[in-house]
């Protein structure tokens, strides 16, 4: 689990909420609590304490580089202990993020310098778990939605907060 002062830049997608209640009812465990439906731009990023004007700045510069991109999420996929949803469209946009900050790795480095753009449905649940997490959602798609923003988020003592929402503007 991450601690106090672990930041991400992730991009909301409410469109995937649905998704997101339906692991819940299978096992509230399998959502982690905090941040609504998203896919990571980056994670781990910078640490909170050395979130500058100028680091700031630099999100804000990467995503008015940015249109508002229209999300389809269409497959369910199930690994070990995982359960997503691609999101092929936003892919560009994490691309440029890990661009932009290139001595960070995405996850530390566990999935490569590449990492797929995702929505995290559930995380943890034995193979069955999933498989009913997958039954729940897969009637549910696809779902549809606008990316608008990159929103620089900061893990506190009391849970997950905003330090930057980034409109996309190009």
Do not use: K
């Not at 980056?42 to 630099?58: E, H, I, K």
């Not at 949803?85 to 890990?98: F, M, Y």
């Amino acid at each position: 689990m991450p601690e106090p002062g672990t930041t991400a830049l992730v991009i909301l997608l409410p469109a995937a909420e649905p998704a997101l209640a339906a692991a819940r009812r299978v096992d509230p465990a399998l959502v982690r609590p905090g941040l609504p439906a998203h896919v990571t731009a980056l994670y781990p990023f910078l640490p909170d304490a050395l979130l500058t004007s100028s680091v700031l700045a630099a999100v804000r510069s990467v995503a008015s580089a940015v249109s508002p991109t229209e999300v389809r999420l269409a497959e369910f996929l199930a690994a070990p202990g995982f359960a997503a949803l691609p999101a092929p469209s936003l892919q560009p946009v994490t691309d440029a993020v890990c661009a932009r900050w290139p001595e960070v790795a995405p996850y530390g480095g566990r999935f490569g310098p590449r990492p797929p753009a995702h929505v995290t449905v559930a995380m943890g649940g034995d193979e069955e778990t999933l498989s009913r997490v997958g039954d729940e959602v897969r009637p549910l798609l696809p779902l549809t939605g606008l990316a608008t923003a990159l929103q620089l988020v900061a893990l506190t003592d009391r849970g997950w907060e905003s330090r930057l929402d980034a409109p996309f503007a190009a």
